[in-house]
């Protein structure tokens, strides 16, 4: 990067987002082993210190060949099994298409007959009224049980149309963040039907939703905070990264009664767990044993040394979050001093901070004061002013406590 420059935006901006990574070499290197070698991850540190962004980092280094678009289709044989088809990806769409073009021309022909058999049903029951004979109503009734047939059949041809259950974009591995997701957004689920009988009822490959481990399907899982999966979730999840395959069965309250279970649905996926050691100690011990023995575990960094590259890596992260926000201007080079200058007092001597979430929203911050002043750059002032607006709860609390403390005194 050249140090001449006067504003971030004489700053480039990497297009990879592991390049946009700050702070955290090794981490940097173990996801790029990691990606070409589809090993599992383990982040483990301080909020804000860009595991997330490592995560999302990975998909793109992912290769994006062999992708699969996953299609349901109706059982005859086992109607509450559906089965599971994989197809290249992007071709999915083109599939049920297909089908339901097949379908179409099958019902034309069938609305053909069916009108076919009520002209000769209106005809039936007009040479019976006519003649007065016995038979004529048989043959009406006969014509009735085939028009009602007719209509039960096409009914059941709309059914035989599949269903794109995951479409993936060719040539890019999914990222999918599953953090705080309940069991049936992580491992699929079965949508009710309140009608469950009588020929209205839902087909069931039309009720099955993907969990977030099929989406991600040939690519990045990721999970952030894991200790608030249940034991049991942590067990499925273990158990689906072992066979690369889930059947989707009912998981919710809203579910309740389904019997609904498709064949096994594919998910291979990289899985990329995150947490603070609070969180490691939680975790189902196969699950952690299993990242451990097919991945690694990485410790974040929380401060980095306070040298020129490091405060020049800073002045790009400034850079990158102007780009990535999009409503805020430029940063001058004194504005960013002063950036560089609460990463340095947010850290111990020697040292800046590399929790950049928390220096992103005095970024923001800043920005948005110079946007309501119509100022075509952010300055210095605006990051000081920024530095009081952006206080946590816990600094504006202290700040409080202090005030009524000084009041005390001098009562």
């Not at 009988?197 to 039309?206: A, D, I, L």
């Not at 990242?291 to 992260?317: H, K, Q, S």
């Amino acid at each position: 990067m050249n140090d001449d420059w006067q504003t971030t935006a004489e700053i480039p901006v990497p297009p990879s987002l592991l390049d946009q990574v700050i702070g955290q070499p090794q981490a940097v290197e173990v996801v790029r082993l990691a990606a070409r070698q589809r090993r599992f991850v383990l982040l483990v540190g301080e909020p804000g210190t860009g595991k997330s962004l490592l995560a999302e980092a990975m998909a793109e280094h992912l290769p994006g060949d062999g992708l699969e678009d996953i299609l349901l289709w109706p059982n005859p044989e086992q109607p509450i099994t559906p089965r599971v088809e994989a197809v290249p990806a992007g071709q999915g769409k083109a599939r049920v298409e297909a089908a339901r073009a097949r379908v179409q021309r099958a019902q034309l022909v069938h609305r053909y007959l069916l009108g076919v058999a009520f002209v000769a049903l209106l005809v039936v029951a007009g040479v019976g009224l006519i003649t007065r004979d016995w038979r004529w109503p048989l043959v009406s009734a006969a014509l009735l049980l085939l028009l009602w047939l007719g209509r039960q059949r096409l009914g059941r041809l709309e059914a035989q149309v599949p269903r794109v259950l995951v479409a993936q974009q060719p040539g890019r591995a999914p990222f999918v963040d599953a953090t705080g997701f309940h069991a049936g957004a992580l491992l699929g689920d079965v949508r009710h039907d309140p009608f469950q009988s009588g020929g209205r009822e839902t087909p069931p490959h039309h009720l099955v939703e993907a969990g977030a481990i099929h989406q991600a399907h040939g690519g990045v899982l990721f999970i952030d905070e894991v200790s608030t999966l249940s034991i049991e979730s942590q067990q499925s999840l273990l158990t689906a990264i072992q066979t690369k395959r889930m059947p989707i069965s009912g998981r919710s309250p809203g579910s309740s009664g389904s019997m609904v279970r498709t064949e096994p649905v594919p998910c291979d996926v990289v899985l990329v767990l995150a947490g603070n050691h609070e969180d490691v100690a939680r975790m189902h011990p196969g699950l952690r044993s299993r990242i451990r023995g097919y991945g690694y575990e990485v410790l974040m960094a929380a401060e980095m040394p306070d040298t020129a590259e490091n405060r020049a890596a800073l002045a790009r992260f400034v850079a990158q979050e102007v780009v990535k926000d999009g409503r805020i201007p430029h940063f001058t080079r004194a504005a960013v001093e002063e950036v560089i200058a609460e990463a340095r007092r947010r850290a111990s001597p020697g040292h800046l901070t590399v929790r950049l979430r928390e220096l992103g929203g005095l970024v923001r911050a800043a920005g948005d004061l110079a946007v309501a002043e119509g100022a075509p750059l952010v300055e210095a002032e605006h990051v000081r002013r920024a530095l009081r607006l952006a206080r946590s709860l816990e600094e504006q609390e202290a700040e409080r406590m202090d005030a009524l403390s000084r009041v005390g005194e001098f009562a």
